[in-house]
């Protein structure tokens, strides 16, 4: 004969039961969301841009251009004024700003051809300057992530 104590502790075994699997999936979702970032991340690899027109005809006034793509690969700029190869500029690599080291004459038009940095060269650049940080670490995470996303998956079905 079942107490009502009985059927008490029975129905919030099954109630905490349900929470505990629900929580479960939510987990596995997380986990799923960590492993787009990552992918995110990895998938976005350095572009190189070649011959971007970056002012078609100058006007002799001009202090600065603005490539269209930032950032920029260090040593990957080559600049191109009407066609002749330019080493006479600064580059801020972060933005994309080319800052002539002199003044250009009008009428003369602007190329350039230069590698942005992709989210994984970036995040390369910063995890090197952190030394609690390692890619091995999120490699390591991603292989957990996946074990646990699968046995979530196999014991908590939807």
């Not at 997380?30 to 492993?35: E, K, M």
């Amino acid at each position: 004969m079942a107490t009502e104590r009985a059927l008490r502790k029975l129905q919030d075994l099954v109630r905490v039961t349900e929470v505990a699997e629900s929580k479960a999936r939510i987990l596995a979702a997380l986990f799923g969301a960590v492993i787009a970032e990552m992918d995110a991340i990895v998938n976005d690899a350095d572009i190189a841009w070649e011959g971007e027109v970056v002012c078609e005809q100058t006007t002799g006034q001009e202090v600065a251009f603005t490539l269209l793509h930032a950032p920029v690969k260090v040593g990957c700029l080559a600049l191109f004024v009407s066609g002749v190869p330019t080493t006479a500029y600064t580059v801020d690599l972060d933005t994309g700003v080319i800052t002539p080291a002199g003044s250009v004459p009008a009428g003369k038009q602007i190329v350039a051809s230069y590698v942005q940095l992709g989210l994984l060269s970036q995040v390369v650049e910063i995890i090197q300057a952190v030394p609690s940080l390692t890619l091995a670490q999120f490699a390591a995470g991603r292989a957990l992530y996946e074990q646990a996303i699968a046995w979530i998956g196999d014991h908590f079905p939807v």
